[in-house]
């Protein structure tokens, strides 16, 4: 598949891949479309409608967050992780226009970090998976009717230190399984007899990981992992006893340290393989150098970096990124969230978009989000919210209000 979608369930009965990466989140009325020398044939208008988002009041400490239909309905809703405050659910209407039930979640108000939508006990309704980093209080809700959750805390094993989250079905058989990124020892499971069993499949290896990518690297068909870590990433090739190995020689190291918030995986330079790009920021690594990276799939699981070459120079503190194809000419793009202040005071930071030229190199174009589209950005989630064939877009802000832009068809222009 040419790249990992975070707006969808992720069935039992199927071999459908969940990952994050659009996984894959209050403002402006601005209306700012990609300028004349972009090189989009077809540009869209986004306008922020984040007045169409119920009342951000209160904490403000969106983590991340995905886009499914709940209540089979036929448009997409939104689930949002928040830290140290109850997860929300937002109910869309057909048109972009949210509500909010009543403590969708039970209330719980644990430090979610990442989550992940999908349906263990094929009934045809969504169920979602809350991971926790400081307090290490999972939550499991088992999906019961349009939009309505029961907790099956019950099915969770031991809770870990846990920042980020991936899934999809490793072995095709029909049974899906969560990858969990630790500070310490990663780890999976799978869906059994209402309850979720631990899997030992993964290396023994102490990182501080913060988020995961499943894909197909080498071409053999099967599902192998990129590791974003504090310091040193990794990747994990999966064998055909569908264990996990170390591929040590497959990604070129940095010389300096290089701390990891989000890797996504896509196909920017349109041959059929997948790359890597890795959202970096210097928080908590002496010395890292927080310029992104981007690393080109040579069609057999080894990659070369090129970040020089292809991505603009940055010293941002990114803590998440998306592939979208935000001008509509059939190449990925980039969008980025980063950081204004960690302890979520402030929040005025741009969310960045990097326009690719269809081979893998890319252009910062500050003129294609209105301009007070700002925040601590923590998710991206891109998808048709308004049923208008468009790609609209959701900004989760840890700290700073959550944004909704709704674009328009071009020929609306």
């Known amino acids: ?50 007045h169409l988002l119920p009342s951000n009041n209160g904490r403000k400490l969106s983590m991340a967050a995905t886009a499914v239909d709940v209540d089979k309905d036929q448009d997409l809703d939104l689930v949002v992780a928040r830290e140290f405050a109850a997860n ?29 939508v999908l349906d263990v006990n094929n009934d045809g309704w969504v169920d979602v998976l809350f991971v926790s980093e400081d307090n290490r209080n999972d939550e499991f809700y088992l999906g019961t009717g349009p939009g309505q959750f029961t907790r099956a805390f019950e099915w969770l094993p031991p809770a870990s230190i846990t920042n980020g989250l991936a899934a999809g079905d490793i072995n ?30 993964l290396p023994v290896q102490l990182d501080v990981s913060q988020s995961l990518a499943l894909g197909d690297l080498d071409g053999d068909g099967d599902l192998d992992m990129v590791v974003a870590n504090e310091d040193t990433n ?45 959202a970096n920021t210097r928080l908590f690594i002496p010395g890292a150098i927080p310029q992104n990276r981007l690393l080109l799939n040579e069609g057999d699981g080894y990659f070369t970096d090129v970040t020089e070459t ?19 000419d059939g190449h990925l793009d980039i969008i980025t969230g980063t950081i204004d202040d960690l302890a979520a005071v402030r ?40 049923n208008d064939a468009t790609l609209d877009l959701f900004f989760g802000s840890r700290g700073g209000p959550d944004r909704l832009l709704l674009s328009q068809p071009p020929e609306n222009q």
């Open 172 to 201: 095709e058989d029909a049974r899906i399984e969560v990858f969990l990124a630790n500070n310490g020892q990663n780890t999976a499971w799978t869906a059994l007899d209402e309850r979720w069993e631990p899997l030992d499949i």
């Open 310 to 328: 292809h991505l603009p120079p940055d010293e941002d503190r990114c803590m998440t990124a998306a592939f979208v194809d935000l001008d509509d």
């Open 347 to 386: 929040a005025s930071e741009p969310y960045r978009t990097y326009l690719n030229n269809g081979s893998g190199m890319f252009t910062e174009v500050t003129t294609l989000l209105p301009a007070l589209t700002t925040g601590n950005g923590f998710a991206i989630v891109a998808a048709q919210l308004d």
């Open 1 to 50: 598949m040419p790249f990992p979608i975070r707006s969808s369930v992720v069935p039992i009965s199927s071999l459908v891949l969940y990952l994050g990466i659009l996984a894959c989140t209050e403002g402006s009325s601005d209306q700012i479309s990609a300028p004349p020398d972009s090189g989009s044939p077809n540009p869209s208008i986004w306008t922020d409608l984040s």
């Open 88 to 116: 929300r659910l937002f109910i869309n209407d057909g048109l972009g226009r949210f509500s909010e039930p009543k403590e969708p979640f039970a209330g719980a108000a644990f430090d979610s970090e990442d989550l992940v």
């Open 234 to 278: 990794r990747i994990l090739l999966l064998n055909p006893d569908k264990i996990y190995s170390d591929a040590p020689d497959r990604l070129p190291l940095r010389s300096s340290p290089e701390e990891t918030r989000e890797v996504v995986l896509g196909d920017v330079d349109s041959d059929g393989d997948l790359d890597i790009f890795f």
